[in-house]
């Protein structure tokens, strides 16, 4: 749904504020391209790709933060 991706969106920009990553490095990190993090961060829907791209990183950093 559209509200949950503004969710998602509003989650990573603020991630990525609080760690004090580029968007350029925390792209790299999801393995997506700076300028799709960006239109993500923004708001702008996602291709099914990016989305489990998204997913797949925040799972892996939930399991690093609870190591």
Same mark, same amino acid.
């Given at each position: 749904?559209?509200?949950?991706m503004?969710?998602?969106?509003k989650?990573i ?5 609080l /760690?004090?990553q580029t968007c350029?490095?925390l792209a +790299?990190?999801i393995?997506?391209?700076?300028? !799709?993090l960006s239109?993500? =961060?923004h708001? /702008?829907?996602?291709d099914?790709?990016?989305?489990? +791209?998204?997913?797949?990183w925040i799972?892996? !950093?939930?399991?690093?933060? =609870?190591?």
């Open positions: 749904s559209e509200a949950l503004r969710r998602l969106a989650l920009a603020n991630y990525r504020l /760690e004090r350029r490095e +790299a990190e393995g997506i391209s700076a300028s !799709t239109r993500i =961060e708001g /702008e829907k996602m099914a790709a990016t989305l489990w +791209a998204v997913l797949a799972v892996d !950093t939930g399991e690093e933060k =609870e190591a």
